[in-house]
């Protein structure tokens, strides 16, 4: 199994360390890799695309050529996990900051998300999240500068809320989460991602 993390601006390291430590609680042998240029998507079964400053990031992956690689490949099946940041480039529609600053979208995901949702930098603040299909009880989710998603609509699942917002989404292999799974030294989220990209248990829609 060879998953990788987009590796542009943001968590990546700590997104990489958490896909190994998942791979090891799963008996999984693979390997998860950084990439940051298109030949670096060649025979990956899932990507994470990482929080950290999203304009910037969707601005990098289209100077890269990677921003229609990705879309393409993910409308051709391969499973994607984004976080914070990651959500909104996978997101069909933003708020009105989205469309102020020119954020790249992705467009893969049916929903709109609200930049921000929770507040700015000094907001930031942790949660138990309740997922729907994670086993063993809530999540503690990180939330620095998050986004929340406003609503969902067709094959868009919302899996997650806090204080009334959704802050996890599902549709087919597309995971979209608010926070930070790779700040806690809990790795079911992306067990629960490497599972959606093997086809096992936690793949079912």
Not at 159 to 179: M, P, W
């Amino acid at each position: 199994m060879r998953i990788g993390v987009l590796g542009l601006q943001g968590a990546v390291s700590e997104h990489l360390a958490s896909l190994r430590k998942a791979m090891k609680a799963l008996g999984l042998k693979g390997e998860a890799v950084w990439v940051s240029r298109r030949k670096d998507l060649e025979g990956l079964e899932g990507l994470i695309l990482p929080g950290g400053e999203s304009t910037t990031i969707g601005r990098l992956m289209v100077s890269t050529g990677l921003f229609e690689e990705v879309r393409e490949e993910a409308r051709g099946g391969l499973p994607v996990m984004g976080t914070c940041a990651g959500l909104i480039l996978l997101a069909k529609e933003g708020d009105e900051e989205v469309r102020r600053t020119g954020q790249p979208l992705l467009g893969l995901m049916d929903m709109k998300v609200v930049r921000n949702a929770f507040g700015r930098q000094r907001e930031s603040f942790e949660a138990e999240v309740r997922v729907e299909g994670l086993r063993g009880g809530p999540f503690r989710g990180v939330f620095i500068r998050a986004p929340a998603v406003e609503r969902v609509w067709g094959e868009a699942r919302a899996l997650a809320e806090v204080e009334g917002r959704i802050v996890g989404v599902r549709q087919g292999k597309l995971l979209a989460l608010s926070f930070h799974p790779e700040l806690t030294e809990d790795t079911r989220m992306h067990e629960y991602f490497l599972e959606l990209c093997r086809g096992g248990p936690g793949a079912s829609p």
